[in-house]
């Protein structure tokens, strides 16, 4: 009977968290984000609030560390992170799922777990695809070095 009541705490608890992150942030289906890539006439500016290249400095091998990257739509329209991925598996980014109003502000994190890595400086980059003018692609890069 014990067991049992710490599961429906335990499985209570998560709903309550899914539930009041969908009221925060609805997140967009598959078939709307290819929408919003293709309707090129409603993209918008992104401005990254810090540098796009971040040195995370000196860690030990078997660490994880997370690096994040601020951004704002500078522009009119709604902007949509459509796709977020890293140049290599020892790196697994997030991808936020809500479109950003003009003038809102957001994140994009990345975790980079060192296990197995060799030693020395390391350099990596996360791909960032958006509904964004000129360009569509944003490349955001941070180093580390392994002791």
Known sequence: MKKI?????VAAGLFACQSADQKAAPAMSIDAKDAA???TANYTTIQWLDSTFKDLGKIKEGETVEVSFRFKNSGDKNLVITNVYASCGCTVPEKPEKPYAPGEEGVIKAKFDSRGRPKGEQRKTVFVDATTAPTQQHQLNFKVEIE
Do not use: E, H, N, P
């Not at 009541?5 to 705490?9: A, F, H, K, P, R």
């Open 5 to 9: 009541s710490i599961l429906l705490v």
């Open 37 to 39: 890539k293709k309707d």
